[in-house]
Nanobody
Framework: QVQLVESGGGLVQAGDSLRLSCAASGRSFSSYAMGWFRQAPGKEREFVAAIGSSGTSTYYTDSVKGRFTISRDNAKNTVYLQMNSLKPEDTAVYYC????????????????WGQGTQVTVSS
């Protein structure tokens, strides 16, 4: 079982950067794939990025490729999402999630979720 807490969200202007952090507690953090999802008002939760348990495999939705980078530090039980060149379309609540490491883009495959952190990008 894993408990997740996101932090690092805020209000920024288009073109700015933010780094989100997800701190995990509980056993076996290093055995989980980790994902970032986001949800804007009136929209379904969507996949953003994922990283395998070892940190060597990463996955991104097309809209963030080249701008966002997911990473993890298993020694610190933390996963990060570095977000550069932010756009107003990135505005959403961002959620960290942990799962078994299969079908990384599917929200249904993640077992544990954080409370979310708000990212707002003004134009």
């Amino acid at each position: 079982q894993v408990q997740l807490v996101e932090s690092g969200g805020g209000l920024v202007q288009a073109g700015d950067s933010l780094r989100l952090s997800c701190a995990a507690s509980g056993r076996s953090f290093s055995s989980y794939a980790m994902g970032w999802f986001r949800q804007a008002p009136g929209k379904e939760r969507e996949f953003v990025a994922a990283i395998g348990s070892s940190g060597t495999s990463t996955y991104y939705t097309d809209s963030v490729k080249g701008r966002f980078t997911i990473s993890r530090d298993n020694a610190k039980n933390t996963v990060y999402l570095q977000m550069n060149s932010l756009k107003p379309e990135d505005t959403a609540v961002y959620y960290c999630a942990a799962g078994p490491g299969y079908c990384y883009t599917d929200v249904r495959r993640y077992n544990y979720w954080g409370q979310g952190t708000q990212v707002t990008v003004s134009s």
